[in-house]
């Protein structure tokens, strides 16, 4: 159980494009959901929080017009890069906390988007 | 100061061998503690929770000591597989995170275990 998908895997595109990524919780319904950014060799640093029904929660130097956050229902979340430039490149991970006592601390990563921008 | 510090590595050691990781946290009032393992280009897992007074699963000791602000991570018998970058994750409250609790990653200790 408490398995957590992303969709794109890996996407590269131009500048000035938009990314949207999906994270779903596949058998877990997610009151909150996460974003996280690696660059390489760097660790995971927290974007966002995104709870259900409301407005996201975006941490210090992250742009909120940039990175838009929508978590519509309690098993998906996405997160869309506006006009994405090379800088944006990076893995884009989201982790998934549920409601019940299997996820009441532990939250559930996704595998990852790789987004690469030209 | 980061809120959570690891040795990069990496760490090269020998099938069979036995692997210590370290890892201490600036904050006092951190909640919960977290090992987990990220493979290249793949999302971190979890390994292992450690409480305070140690814990063990198979191969993998925690320990953690709260007056230090330590966290370790024993690998005993390694195996090939165990290659990976062991991440030391603590669950805090981090006054400039407008989330407020999260958890906090470190960068990451890289082993590679060898034939």
């Known amino acids: 159980g408490a398995v957590v998908s992303q969709h794109p895997s890996r996407v590269i595109c131009k500048s000035g494009t938009s990314v949207k990524i999906e994270c779903r919780s596949l058998?877990?319904?997610?009151?909150?959901m996460f974003w996280y950014r690696q660059f390489p060799k760097q660790s995971l640093m927290l974007m966002a929080t995104?709870?259900?029904?409301?407005?996201?929660?975006?941490e210090q130097g992250v742009e909120k017009d940039k990175f838009l956050i929508n978590h519509a229902s309690l098993t998906l979340s996405t997160l869309t890069v506006t006009s994405a430039h090379p800088e944006d490149s990076s893995f884009y991970i989201c982790?998934?906390?549920?409601?019940?006592?299997?996820?009441?601390?532990?939250?559930?990563f996704g595998p990852g988007t790789r987004l690469t921008v030209l | 100061r980061k809120e959570v510090e690891q040795d990069p590595g990496p760490f090269n050691v020998p099938e069979g061998a036995t692997v210590a990781f370290n890892c201490t946290y600036s904050?006092?009032?951190?909640?919960?503690f977290f090992w987990y393992r990220q493979d290249c280009r793949k999302e971190p897992k979890l390994l292992m929770s450690?409480?305070?007074s140690g814990n063990e699963d198979g191969r993998f000791t925690a320990q953690l000591n709260r007056a230090s602000q330590y966290i370790s991570l024993l690998i005993r018998d390694s195996k090939l597989s165990d290659s990976a970058t062991y991440l030391c994750?603590?669950?805090?409250?981090?006054?400039?995170?407008?989330?407020?609790?999260?958890?906090?990653f470190g960068k990451g200790t890289s082993l590679l275990v060898t034939p």
């Open positions: 058998d877990f319904q997610a009151t909150t």
């Open positions: 994750v603590v669950h805090t409250y981090n006054s400039n995170s407008n989330s407020g609790y999260a958890l906090n």
């Open positions: 904050n006092s009032a951190s909640q919960s």
């Open positions: 995104s709870n259900e029904g409301s407005k996201a929660t975006y």
């Open positions: 450690v409480y305070s």
């Open positions: 982790s998934a906390k549920g409601t019940s006592y299997i996820g009441y601390n532990e939250q559930f």
